[in-house]
């Protein structure tokens, strides 16, 4: 899956193209994958319909 997140080390937006999708602790559906430049973990919230793709 392919997102746009922000990376906390980097300071900046970037394109997460091995990202997959999770589910938190309270259910809520998240994007996770590592970022192209520092390797850092990047997530980003996402409504319930993105969650279902």
């Given amino acids: 899956m392919e997102f746009v997140g922000y ?5 900046k937006q970037q394109n ?3 990202g997959r ?4 602790a309270k259910g809520r ?3 996770k994958g590592p970022c ?3 390797s ?3 997530t980003r919230f996402l409504s ?5 793709a």
């Avoid at 319930?48 to 279902?52: A, P």
């Fill in 40 to 42: 850092t973990t990047v």
């Fill in 29 to 31: 559906p998240i994007a």
């Fill in 36 to 38: 192209p430049e520092c």
């Fill in 7 to 11: 990376c906390v080390r980097c300071r």
């Fill in 21 to 24: 999708l999770e589910k938190t």
């Fill in 48 to 52: 319930e319909k993105q969650g279902k």
């Fill in 16 to 18: 997460i193209k091995q």
